[in-house]
């Protein structure tokens, strides 16, 4: 699944980051499958995260948990 981030939406609370929404858009190799949407994040899962590269990987995971809940 390509991922692609297309907005970050942060949310402040005395000065501090209190939440997040990553804005994004995702298919599969051959286009078949689209989504988009936005996954929101808590301040802890964020801060530190914030490299494109790390983000994309949270999503990817987010999304895998969304799809594929745990019984």
Known sequence: MNIQITNINIRYQDGNVAGVQVYFTGNDEERAINLNG??????????????????????????????????
């Open 38 to 71: 936005y996954v929101p994040l808590t301040a802890e899962e964020y801060v530190g995260n914030e490299a494109i590269t790390e983000l994309s990987e949270i999503i990817r995971q987010k999304i895998n948990e969304k799809l594929n809940p745990a019984e």
